[in-house]
């Protein structure tokens, strides 16, 4: 039958631990004291102050992280819309150069057309060279350039062409005419012509170089 310990035999080994490990109350192996205590509390309070930081990082991390890639986003999209936007302005500057260059090329082909056929009636005889005359394409052409181009050295030698064209027709429909006042018509409205040429194609070169 065994018998139970005394309550001082069960008071030494409670305390025996708490005296030394691998020891005796009388031969203490490492002592856990006060000492010992304040150490494992420290440890503790780094341990935790480590995992704090680390989560605080974490956290930090968690919300940077989708503020660069927003941050990101929103640039690469406004370069996008940018770039979109500069290339079709770029186009339709270019479709606007186009258009005015179709507009000076017919009036001068327009006004070219009219002082040969001036010269089939005046030399060769032939009879309403000048009266089929594609009038109203000249008009069209004239009104289309006028609204596209705002270039005033354009405009002026267009004024110029209009009216030297104008003068030209008018007096030779006349019959009586004078050929020196004839002469100085018709030259007026060629040089009229070089004049427009000029400043319509340093216009259009103008342009399409800067775009």
């Known amino acids: 039958m065994l018998r139970q310990s005394s309550p001082k035999v069960r008071w030494l080994r409670m305390t025996v631990p708490a005296i030394g490990e691998g020891g005796s109350p009388f031969k203490p192996g490492r002592v856990r004291g006060p000492l ?3 150490q494992r509390l420290q440890a503790s309070s780094r341990q935790k102050s480590t995992r704090v930081a680390a989560g605080h990082h974490r956290d930090d991390n968690v919300w940077v992280n989708p503020w660069i890639t927003l941050l990101a986003a929103l640039v690469g999209g406004s370069l996008t819309l940018a770039g979109q936007a500069v290339g079709r302005r770029s186009e339709g500057n270019v479709r606007r150069m186009e258009l005015v260059l179709e507009q000076c090329s017919r009036i001068a082909a327009l006004s070219d057309d009219f002082r040969n056929r ?3 009636e005046r030399v060769l005889g032939l009879a309403d060279r000048t009266a089929q005359w594609d009038l109203e394409a000249h008009r069209l052409a004239t009104a289309r350039l006028r609204i ?3 270039d005033s050295q354009v405009i002026a030698a267009l004024d ?3 009216a030297s064209g104008k003068a030209l027709g008018g007096y030779w429909r006349r019959g009586e005419i004078d050929n020196s ?3 100085d018509r018709y030259a007026r409205d060629k040089a ?3 004049v427009f040429l000029q400043a319509s194609a340093r216009l259009v070169r103008r342009r399409l170089g800067g775009i």
């Open 36 to 38: 010992s205590s304040l």
């Open 148 to 150: 596209l181009c705002g």
């Open 160 to 162: 110029e062409l209009e």
């Open 181 to 183: 006042e004839l002469d």
């Open 118 to 120: 001036f010269w089939e």
């Open 192 to 194: 009229a012509f070089a």
